[in-house]
């Protein structure tokens, strides 16, 4: 093994740790000493890779969010170039769907995504808003593109109305993915849905609240 290849793996195991940590324990609860533990590494290897706590909260963060968001915009300007070459304006039900499809079939496939669900699902009601401002940031380009797209489908709609229950859609979308994670389906006799079959369950929902 190379060295180059060396120090990727090393930066990989370091972030797979922080993402199980960081799910297990939370961003503030996980010290850097069970992480280099957890990882097979020394702490110069965290500082040599990330430099501090923070930089490494945020690489994790970044790699899960930037291929997600890459996908999902992709989507949601296919919808609007699509509509504008048929001369019509983009369907909220489209947009919605272009949104919601990968970030379902995120949490289905994608290696330690539960984690990172559960991982970001904490930050929400931890004190420390270090996670949630980290987020935020990268989410937000995303939901400026979802608000202009929508303010393209609903010219009726007030752009404050349309932000408003775009925030609601997202956090109805976010509590479907978190309580995935928390909630004991088999003690309720419920079974849980595979990604597919929540976009059938969540998309007609959420698009009549949008239109309404």
């Known amino acids: 093994m190379n060295l180059q290849s060396e120090q990727a793996d090393t930066k990989d195991s370091i972030l797979n740790a922080a993402e199980c940590l960081f799910a297990e324990k939370g961003y503030s609860g996980t010290s850097l000493r069970v ?4 990882a097979k590494v020394n702490l110069a290897a965290v500082n040599y890779h990330f430099g501090s706590k923070q930089a490494l909260l945020e690489a994790v963060i970044k790699r899960k969010i930037t291929p997600l968001n890459q996908i999902r915009r992709k989507r949601v300007e296919e919808v609007r170039r699509q509509a504008r070459k048929e001369g019509r304006r983009p369907d909220a039900n489209d947009i919605l769907y272009a949104f919601i499809e990968p970030t379902l079939r995120f949490r289905e496939n994608e290696r330690g995504a539960k984690d990172f669900v559960t991982f970001i699902g904490r930050s929400f009601a931890d004190p420390d808003d ?14 400026q593109l979802l608000l202009e797209a929508m303010r393209e489908a609903l010219p009726h709609l007030s752009e404050n109305i349309i932000f408003w229950r775009l925030q609601l859609s997202m956090g109805a979308l976010f509590h ?4 995935c994670e928390d909630i004991d389906m088999d003690h309720l006799n419920i079974k849980d849905l595979d990604a597919d079959s929540m976009v059938n ?12």
């Open 130 to 143: 270090t996670v949630r401002k980290i987020f935020f940031r990268f989410i937000q380009p995303m939901f």
């Open 35 to 38: 992480l280099t533990g957890k």
């Open 201 to 212: 369950l969540i998309l007609p929902y959420l698009s009549a609240g949008m239109k309404s």
């Open 176 to 179: 479907t993915l978190h309580i």
